[in-house]
Structures are given as C-alpha cells and as structure tokens.
C-alpha cells in the first residue's frame, strides 16, 4: 500500500516543543494550536514521502484514560485518531507505549501503509520499530531539529535512532508558532467562593476573651503577591556544596554546565513557569506542604533536567537533591 502512516508520541513532542518555547515541559507553562501543529507535521512528512497519508495516531494519557476537553478537540481533527493510556498515581504515563508499538506493527502486518513516520524519543519502541521494519514496512523517525546534538534531534534515545530507516526533522519556526508560552509574573487571583451567610448565633451570656475593641484589625489578604514568611535564602556559591547521604563532608562541584550546575538551571526554571501559571490558593496550598514536592512538580523536574543532561545523570542522588532545592530557593525569591 503506497500511503503513510504518522505515530506521535504526544507527551514526547508537547514536551520538547514546549521546553523550546517556554524552557519546561510543564504543561500550563504554554498553549498548543494543534489544529496548525498537524497540519505542519502532516506537510512535512509529505514533503519527505509524497505520500497521502493513512491517518495520525496521536498518543496520551490522562485520569483513567478518559477524553479530557483538550483530547475531544484534537481527535475531531481531520485524519487524526487520539489513542489514550492512563496516568498512574504518581503522574507516569501507562500504557502509551504498549499501545503505539502495538498499532505499529498492526499497521505493518495489515500492509495498511508502507512508511510509517514515528514521533517519540523513547527507546522502548525500538523492538517495535524492527518487527515493522521485518513486515516490509519502513519507519522514519521524526525529531525536533538540533544542530547541537550529535543525533540532530532532541531527546530521543540512541538506542531508538539506530534502528529507524532515516531520521527527519520539524522545522523551528513551525514548534515557535504552534507553542505559545503563558507565564504571568505572579500568581492569579484564587477564585472567590460564594459562601451563605450563617445563621445568627445566640449571644453569650458573658464574654470569656478579649472585648473586640482591645483587637487589633486585620487586613484583608492582598490581592497581588502574598507576603509569606520564607525561609532563610540559600545563595548559589552556598547551594554549590552536595552534602552524601552518609554526611561525611560536601563534595564540591565542577565547574560551569556540569549536571548539579544544571539541575539549578532547571530547578530554577520550573520554579519561575509554575509561579506564573497558578492561583494564590495552590501557592499556599504548596507552601504548606513544603519540603514536599507534588507529584506532577516532581515529574516535571525530572523530565526537563533528563532532556538536558539524560536519564543517568538526573537520577543521581545529588542531582535529584539540588533540583528541589534550586525550586525551593527561586520559590523564595519570587514570593
């Protein structure tokens, strides 16, 4: 069958594309038109194959793996099928993968399509890639172009890259019109609540505290920035020593683009988008729970640092440690 076929990994390429655009993958940090995204990507992919196209598969996640507003709209989209895996407790994707790998070699076997174009950077597809590779079909990857790269494309798995056919990229300019960073400089106004009035209670016989009039008034709670009290502010030459586990002495960082120098970079990062995409009540809500971090904050970290200086790297223990405290101490600076 002389058609092709176009599997996106949607958290793979709403993650590159939006750290391109707003410097995290943290998905309130930007906004998406994916009505253009596709028709770019279904024009760029025609340009390389002269194809008509099959369909898009387009690959989620969400609670349950139920259409959330966002996915209803993507999958109304001309030849554009939204598949959906489930978000697990701690905000990990499942079942996306197993669910791409799979349609891609049914595609294969079913000779439904001769080239399938694969947007993912996850290396656990490479199994999948050969076994359609040995049903005749060819698989091309598609990456977000990086010049600075040794693969040319951003985050994906050399394992992955070794196996696929050829390698393609999406055009910049395309990403920088189709992402649109949202980030305010401070957090919106927590919505007000409408509350009834309750019922008048009955006067106390004699009062047991202090007479209103020897209370002192207390203001109302601002409605921009909320003065909280922070805890002393950690300076960057201080945050340069990572104490072990065992606290037998700091080591010392090595000097300038070495991961902890990173880890800071983007612990900072997501500390600014995160500030300027929520409302009073989740700051005070995050605060309150601090030294822990939500899930979905975590994630976030881990994800944008891995993209930078890999899987390895970030789950070192002393990585992991200064992402956290570098959101902790921008948090400070900006509250």
Known sequence: MTQSAIFVDAGFLIAVGGTHVAGTSLRSAFRVDYDKLVQGILKRTAEHSGLDVLRVYWYDASKDALFTDEHKRIGLLPDVKVRLGRISYNGEQKGVDLKLGLDLVGVARNRAASVAFLMSGDDDLAEAVE?????????????????????????????LALRVDSIITLPTDLIEEC?????????????????????????????????PSDMAARPAPPRGRINLPAPPRQHRSEAHLVYSSGGTGPTILPPEDSPLDVAFEVGESV?????????????????????????????????????????????????????????????????
């Open 131 to 159: 076994e359609a590779q040995d049903l005749g079909m060819k698989v091309v990857l598609v990456g977000l172009d990086n010049p600075n790269h040794r693969l040319g494309v951003t985050s994906v798995a050399e394992h």
């Open 271 to 335: 500390a600014t988008n995160w500030y300027g995409t929520i409302t009073q009540g989740e700051l005070i809500e995050l605060l309150a729970d601090r030294p822990i971090l939500p899930v979905e904050i975590d994630r976030v970290l881990l994800k944008d640092c891995a993209q930078r200086i890999g899987e390895y790297k970030t789950d070192l223990q002393g990585v992991r440690r200064a992402l956290r405290e570098a959101f902790w101490t921008k948090l400070d600076q900006l509250i």
């Open 179 to 211: 992402f649109t960073k949202t980030v305010a400089e401070q957090p919106r106004p927590t919505p007000a609540v409408a509350v009834l009035p309750p019922a008048p209670a009955p006067a106390p016989a004699a009062p047991s505290g202090p007479r």
